[in-house]
């Protein structure tokens, strides 16, 4: 039978040293059956699917057929998982191959839960339902939001069971990203090859993603500082929507400057600095207001890798390091505040922002409040009548902040305007999304479609976003979220 479907699939990747990857096939599963397919994603990528074959998707997308040209690889990489350097892999997923879009652009497809390889360390390949479509929910949301983002392009249970702490349903997700390298595929090459090779991964990383880089003075420096300047922007802009990823080990970080693995993630209602939900991050290692550290700190790590290539001479090497991961903090910052004073609809530049944006996150912290709705809620020229706005605290921000907006360059009306723009009515709130992956499970998916489709648009007041705009809604203080594998 002939998948094909305009399937434009290429394999650059397997052009490396084979010690970076192993070939290997997805395991068969026995019934699978199409839950989700992302039909716009597909039409982006140029895959002209039989949308209405869902027995045909469900073959492809749990790796029973295979497209023409796919050639499955599993990758090696490595990590700093809370610290601690482990050699790692894909340990339940295969790259099936690289999509070149119409527009020539690349990305990686990928099969999530797919089935054991080399680098499973023990574990079944496997993946739960839950945790697949948890994924597929946040990515499309963060996608939704314009925040750097892998995306979801199907879901597939496979008719078999996987044993975690209970008995569950198993699926396979099909990732979409610009590259799936990482800086643990860096780490991975210092630590296990020579120097050629860590060579040939890193002119690999400039061609596919920074290929502007190739007549730099010092490309593999243009390199380190391209993906601090990526990072440090996206961590921004996590902050900017409160969200948190909980598990941002070295391997999680991509060289793209996209989010990846959405695991024990989760997006802040009450305001806290310290904000954690990940079950496995109980000394809050990534917390919501430690992810700009600790982006730096994996960043060092991949700069602790490039060594060998930034100069010849190792303490030179070590300054030009030192030098761009000091960039770090200036590009976050920047990005951090700039993207805050759009928040509260400010424009041009005052000495006194910074502490006018901290004195409302002081007053967010002490009195408990929900971080979307009090942005959101500033949007409106008159706060609503909630008893939370009424301190001497707000009050005394409150009019400081109308003040600031006096003194911008342009009309109050363009400042409501930006705000609106910059902070979204909603986002993938933890009531919500717990509620309808458990309806899910228990197969009625209608929640969770009315929810993902809500979330298309979460910057406008619509009616399929109505319903999650519920103040009633009171945040769980014992909510946790779970790694999922």
Sequence with gaps: MNYSYNWRLENSYAHLPEHFFTRINPTPVSKPRLILFNADLAKFLGIDLPIDDKDTLAQLFSGNKLPDDAKPIAQAYAGHQFGHFSILGDGRAHLIGEQVTPDDRRFDIQLKGSGPTPYSRGGDGRAALAPMLREYLISE??????????????????????????????????????????????????????????????????????????????????????????????????????????????????????????????????????????????????????????????????????????????????????????????????????????????????????????????????????????????TQENTPENEIYNSMEFKKWHTLWKRRLTRNSKPLKASFCLMRESNPVIIPNNYYVEEVLVQAENANLKPFLSLLKALKNPFEETLSNQAYRNPAIRPDPNYQTFCGT
């Design 141 to 378: 949301a963060m996608h939704a939001l314009n925040i750097a983002s892998t995306r979801s392009l199907a879901v597939v249970s496979t008719g078999e069971s996987v044993m975690r702490a209970s008995v569950l349903d198993g699926a396979i997700l099909t990732r979409v990203a610009s590259s799936h390298l990482r800086v643990g595929t860096f780490e991975y090459a210092k630590a296990t090859q020579g120097l050629e090779e860590l060579k040939q991964l890193a002119d690999y990383a400039i061609a596919r993603h920074y290929p502007e880089l190739n007549d730099h003075e010092n490309p593999y420096l243009g390199l380190l500082n391209a993906v601090i300047e990526k990072q440090a922007k996206l961590v921004a802009a996590w902050m900017h929507v409160g969200f948190i990823h909980g598990v941002m080990n070295t391997d999680n970080m991509t060289i793209s400057g996209e989010t990846i693995d959405y695991g024990p993630c989760a997006f802040m209602d009450i305001f806290s600095m310290g904000a954690v939900f990940s079950s496995i991050d109980s000394r809050g290692r990534y917390k919501y207001g430690s992810q700009a550290h600790a982006a730096q700190w994996n960043l060092s790590r991949l700069a602790d890798s490039l060594l060998p290539l930034l100069d010849k001479d190792a303490d030179k090497a070590v300054k030009l390091a030192e030098v761009a991961i000091g960039g770090y903090s200036i590009t976050f910052n920047e990005a951090w505040i700039k993207g805050m004073r759009c928040k509260l609809g400010l424009f041009g530049e005052e000495a006194d922002d910074v502490s006018l944006i901290q004195g409302l996150l002081d007053w967010m912290q002490n009195s408990k409040a929900d971080y979307t709705s009090t942005f959101r809620h500033l």
